[in-house]
């Protein structure tokens, strides 16, 4: 992907979010992230349905990146079953770690591909996606 596209992608997520607001309804499932090194506090929240991501919504203090990631997330995540929000989170995750992914799966996601050249942003990147790890972990042991 052209660096530009991704620079546009990056800056539309962080100016106009999606899904910025909590609704505060007990059928979402709630986790909040925080990174100690910086600033970046999310608070998530997801409901699922018959194992599909119905809605997840967001809210706190980030960095440019922390939030664009967050929307993006948010995009490729929302309609997607519980096993492809899986395959997707660990596609993003082995990106971020420089290890083999299947970009088809990530979407618009990919274009945080080259992060790792700035370690120092990986974590802004990750936050929600760790968010999300956090809740189907939960799914699974509450199976």
């Given at each position: 992907m052209d660096n530009?596209?991704?620079r546009e992608i990056i800056l539309e997520n962080y100016q106009n979010p999606k899904n910025k607001g909590l609704l505060n309804d007990?059928?979402?499932i709630?986790?909040?992230?925080?990174n100690e090194s910086c600033?970046?506090?999310v608070n998530l929240e997801v409901k699922i349905e018959n194992n599909i991501i119905k809605d997840i919504r967001f809210d706190g203090e980030a960095?440019?990146?922390?939030t664009s990631s967050t929307s993006t997330m948010i995009e490729v995540l929302t309609g997607k079953t519980i096993k492809e929000a899986e395959n997707i989170l660990q596609n993003f995750l082995n990106m971020i770690d420089e290890k083999p992914f299947d970009k088809d799966v990530l979407e618009e996601a990919?274009?945080?591909d080259d992060i790792a050249k700035n370690p120092s942003r990986k974590k802004c990147v990750l936050l929600s996606w760790w968010g999300i790890e956090k809740v189907l972990?939960?799914?699974?042991?509450?199976k």
């Open positions: 530009n596209l991704k007990d059928s979402y709630k986790v909040n992230m925080n600033i970046d506090e960095c440019a990146i922390s990919i274009v945080y972990n939960a799914l699974k042991a509450n």
